[in-house]
């Protein structure tokens, strides 16, 4: 599976943006699996934004976006999408896309070790 973002740029706090991933490879059939966003910013450990499950369209968010991100997905093209609102420095990272190689538990949507594959990343900046 290969997964490329898109989206990233500058933008001022109170701005929306949206990043976009495309998936291509293994990506139909029976595979109920799970894509995700995280983030990193510099000198910082990598951090869970938002999963969805790609079947039951079932998400997940990480705490300090809830309520003001939202992760869709196009199934017929294989997209996910992360629709940023309300934009604050802090969220000031890049935001790498990934996807998990099967169905993984609810539990286990936060958990970066259980994505397979991962996007080369796309740079989010917020200026104040």
């Known amino acids: 599976v290969q997964l490329v973002e898109s989206g990233g740029g500058l933008v001022q706090a109170g701005d929306p943006l949206r990043v976009s991933c495309v998936a291509s490879?293994?990506?139909?059939?029976?595979?109920?699996?799970?894509m995700g966003w995280f983030r990193q910013a510099p000198g910082k450990e990598r951090e869970f934004v938002a999963a969805?499950?790609?079947?039951?369209?079932?998400?997940y968010y990480g705490d300090s976006v809830q309520s003001r991100f939202t992760i869709t997905r196009d199934k017929a093209k294989n997209v996910v999408f992360l629709q940023m609102n309300n934009l604050k420095p802090e969220d000031t990272a890049v935001y790498y896309c990934a996807a998990t190689a099967r169905r993984i538990a609810s539990s286990a949507h936060y958990n970066a070790n259980m994505y397979s594959y991962w996007g080369q990343g796309t740079l989010v900046t917020v200026s104040s």
């Open positions: 490879g293994r990506t139909t059939g029976d595979w109920d699996y799970a």
């Open positions: 969805i499950r790609w079947n039951s369209g079932s998400t």
